[in-house]
């Protein structure tokens, strides 16, 4: 089992910046590959971002790519999304997510995340 619990998110305007937060406790943290997803009013759920077990890879949505960034630090069990020059558009739940010993370096699936995190409001107000 493995346990996430997410942080960071708030209000903030047009062409600010978050960084979120996921702390993960349980297994392993390095056995799994983290991703980040997230859920607009009436949208949905959509990826966002994903990282390596080692931290090696990233890999990102088309909607957020060259605005945001995920890492994750193996020693604090803890991956991270700095997020830039936020639209109104980003606005929604973002969830972390958990895959433990996923046979590919990249997982964009949502239905292939075995861990998911309750969520953390982004708003961004134009």
């Known amino acids: 089992q493995v346990q996430l619990v997410e942080s960071g998110g708030g209000l903030v305007q047009a062409g600010g910046s978050l960084r979120l937060s996921c702390a993960a406790s349980?297994?392993?943290?390095?056995?799994?590959?983290m991703g980040w997803f997230r859920q607009a009013p009436g949208k949905e759920r959509e990826f966002v971002a994903g990282?390596?077990?080692?931290?090696?890879?990233?890999y990102y949505g088309n909607s957020v790519k060259g605005r945001f960034t995920i890492s994750r630090d193996n020693a604090k069990n803890t991956v991270y999304l700095q997020m830039n020059s936020l639209k109104p558009e980003d606005t929604a739940v973002y969830y972390c997510?958990?895959?433990?010993?996923?046979?590919?370096?990249?997982?964009?699936?949502?239905?292939?995340?075995?861990?998911w995190g309750h969520g953390t409001q982004v708003t961004v107000s134009s």
């Open positions: 997510a958990a895959v433990t010993s996923a046979v590919r370096v990249i997982v964009r699936d949502q239905s292939d995340y075995h861990y």
């Open positions: 990282v390596s077990r080692s931290g090696g890879t990233t």
């Open positions: 349980g297994r392993t943290f390095s056995e799994n590959t």
